[in-house]
């Protein structure tokens, strides 16, 4: 299966929480796993990735936790501010990076409330 | 910093015409995608073109659909005969390495009535 399951649809986080996005895979081949930020009327961004050979990986106040076993990933926002409020896209590919289609999950719209 | 634009950034059209959605991706880029998001869905992949041929294709990616790089700088997406469930936002992203990160363009909303 291609499939990237994402959980929550939606969260709701009090100002200074930790937000925790779920992810789940069933391809074995996915090697690369990008977290993507949207807002409104505007296009994907890239927020953070990882790839299978490190369970984490943190760059300032996102963290994605990776377990290769269970075949999982979720990405953690701490401090949440009101400007973290998009909808965040979980994805995978097979290529280790850029090559390949992302396969992304159906999102999760984040609010944070001040 | 540098990224990819789109254009037109709306399009509206009759069911059963075509359309050519226009992207210039990042410079020196070598990888191009098409992406497409149906209001409140999950972005969906179409194509990928690598060295002037298609490197990788979606379901969604029928006979409707082509991909083409006329120059040094445009990448294009052509719906040949639209239809109203073509309605949707497209996305044009380019990658530079096989490893590397793919940039989101912002988009262009098609409307087909």
């Known amino acids: 299966q291609q499939q990237v399951k994402q959980s929550p649809q939606s969260l709701i986080v009090q100002k200074g929480g930790i937000s925790i996005i779920n992810c789940a895979y069933e391809?074995?081949?996915?090697?690369?796993f990008p977290w993507y930020q949207q807002f409104p009327g505007k296009g994907p961004a890239l927020l953070i990735a990882i790839r299978p050979d490190v369970s984490e990986k943190k760059e300032g106040r996102f963290t994605i936790s990776f377990n290769k076993s269970a075949k999982q990933f979720s990405l953690h926002i701490m401090d949440s501010q009101p400007g973290d409020s998009a909808t965040y896209f979980c994805?995978?590919?097979?290529?280790?990076?850029?090559?390949?289609?992302?396969?992304f999950g159906k999102g999760t719209h984040l609010i944070i409330q001040p | 910093e540098p990224e990819v634009t789109q254009t037109p950034s709306h399009q509206v059209t009759q069911m059963g015409q075509e359309v050519i959605l226009r992207c210039v991706p990042i410079s020196n880029h070598l990888y191009f995608y098409w992406y497409r998001q149906i209001l409140g869905q999950k972005v969906e992949f179409l194509v990928s073109?690598?060295?002037?041929?298609?490197?990788?294709k979606s379901e969604i990616f029928d006979d409707q659909f082509s991909v083409e790089r006329p120059d040094g700088s445009n990448f294009t997406l052509k719906i040949r005969s639209t239809k109203l469930e073509d309605s949707a936002m497209y996305f044009c992203a380019s990658c530079g390495t096989s490893l590397g990160t793919q940039y989101f363009g912002p988009g262009t909303r098609l409307l087909v009535l």
């Open positions: 073109f690598y060295n002037n041929e298609i490197s990788e």
């Open positions: 994805a995978a590919s097979t290529s280790g990076g850029g090559a390949d289609g992302l396969t």
């Open positions: 391809n074995t081949a996915f090697d690369y």
